[in-house]
């Protein structure tokens, strides 16, 4: 059974930095995708970077410049890298894997999310 295993949540002033973590566990065979989504408060689930097999990455305008991601694949984990964080990056952040498990066929996992308050 694959779990993924979100860290690093908590309350920072605007201005301030955050380091979300995500480590999968389980038996996993290859891992497609690496992601990061988050939910404000009243509002739907949203986008907020990937990080595709091979390298390549991709941000929402609303963090281009101020998020990086980056994974770990011998560790089964993805990061997010959050400065000059605004009020309005808080939210529930999840993070999620499109992995194959074992001999079973690629499928999306999601964490149990982290909570990001940026206070003003």
């Known amino acids: 059974q694959v779990q993924l295993v979100e860290s690093g949540g908590g309350l920072v002033q605007a201005g301030g930095s955050l380091r979300l973590s995500c480590v999968a566990s389980g038996s996993i065979a290859v891992i497609n995708t690496m992601g990061w989504y988050r939910q404000a408060p009243g509002k739907q689930r949203e986008f907020v970077a990937i990080?595709?097999?091979?390298?390549?990455?991709d941000y929402a305008d609303s963090g281009k410049g101020r998020f990086t991601i980056s994974g770990d694949n011998a560790k089964s984990a993805v990061y997010l890298q959050m400065n000059n964080l605004k009020p309005e990056d808080t939210g529930e952040y999840y993070c999620t894997m499109n992995l194959r498990s074992g001999a079973d066929s690629p499928r999306i996992y999601w964490g149990q999310g982290a909570q990001v308050t940026v206070s003003s």
């Open positions: 990080l595709i097999r091979g390298g390549t990455t």
